[in-house]
């Protein structure tokens, strides 16, 4: 069962469906290792790196923090859970780094190494994506130094992820800034248009009201016409 759930990880992730991939992984059982396609410490850093990549912050504490079977793993490999927990504290600048220092190691794993730069590239936008989340308004000047970068390098990177996110780039103030989702306004709105259609049902209603207390009524002609019609009899 083992074996196939390997085989199964290693299919997702060569496909670069790295959410499905770490799901696998994670859920593997850590005891009674035996001659097995790969080691735990394979699963531990396909696993880690998987879900870097593509989880949200709680999803990623769900998958692996509170996964008791997965703490065995991470337990024998501080290293890698002390970056993981950077990146879940949102310690970006040390997480980075200590990535950055196992990256020519990660390259020379042969079900890894054709996937290292898309998942670093894909933990870093993650992490940008994180970082900004909580704030309306961002100084980018601090956002370049947790990221271990320079604001220009950072504008560039952010311009890369910006078209897909609600927020826009103040260059001439180095500021990143939400594009709020203005919720309040399209319900307001929506209270006018009901209030519209409200007022029409009621000026009909005072109308029609008005017209029988009057005694007016308006006939259709046609009906007047069928009524007027002399009737014929046959003889």
Not at 21 to 45: G, T
Not at 76 to 104: C, D, H, V, W
Not at 177 to 197: K, M, S
Request: charged share 25%.
């Amino acid at each position: 069962m083992r074996r196939l759930d390997l085989a199964k990880g290693l299919c997702e992730m060569s496909q670069k469906n790295y959410s499905q991939a770490a799901r696998i992984f994670s859920n593997i059982p850590c005891d009674s290792w035996d001659n097995e396609i790969i080691s735990p410490l394979c699963v531990l850093v396909y696993s880690s790196l998987c879900a870097l990549a593509s989880y949200k912050r709680k999803d990623f504490q769900k998958l692996l923090v509170e996964n008791n079977n997965f703490k065995q793993y991470m337990d024998a490999q501080p290293i890698i859970r002390n970056y993981m927990f950077a990146f879940y504290n949102r310690e970006y600048s040390s997480g980075l780094k200590a990535l950055e220092t196992l990256k020519k190691e990660y390259k020379l794993d042969l079900f890894l190494n054709a996937h290292v730069d898309d998942l670093y590239d894909r933990i870093r936008s993650e992490s940008l994506n994180q970082y900004f989340a909580p704030y309306l308004t961002c100084d980018m000047e601090r956002m370049a130094q947790a990221f271990n970068t320079d604001v220009d390098n950072l504008e560039l990177e952010l311009m890369q992820l910006v078209p897909d996110q609600p927020a826009k780039i103040d260059s001439q103030n180095k500021v990143l800034r939400a594009c709020e989702d203005d919720e309040r306004a399209r319900i307001f709105e929506n209270v006018l248009d009901l209030g519209l259609i409200y007022k029409q049902k009621t000026q009909a209603l005072v109308v029609k009201s008005a017209i029988l207390k009057a005694g007016l009524v308006i006939k259709n002609p046609a009906m007047s016409m069928e009524q007027e019609k002399p009737s014929t009899s046959s003889t």
